[in-house]
């Protein structure tokens, strides 16, 4: 299987469950959830931290299955 490829996150939007979900450059999505001390990403927890990450490169495995590698 190989590296899942970078991609910019665009926005943020909510799940059902209130949980953040990064909309990437490619069309997919990732969540990103603060739950410590299993995930530490305080940073989603405001709208300025949310904002300040737009732009910043996430690992996409959505495109790795898509493209069947």
């Known amino acids: 299987m190989s590296a ?3 991609r910019t996150i665009t926005g ?3 799940d ?4 953040w979900i990064a ?3 490619c069309g997919h999505t990732q969540h990103v959830r603060h739950r410590p001390p299993f995930w530490l990403i305080p940073w989603v927890l405001t709208a300025e931290g949310r904002a300040g990450k737009l732009g910043t490169p996430l690992p996409c495995a959505a495109c790795v299955e898509a493209s069947g590698s």
């Open 4 to 6: 899942a490829p970078l």
């Open 23 to 25: 909309e990437l450059a």
């Open 16 to 19: 059902e469950l209130g949980d």
């Open 12 to 14: 943020f939007h909510q």
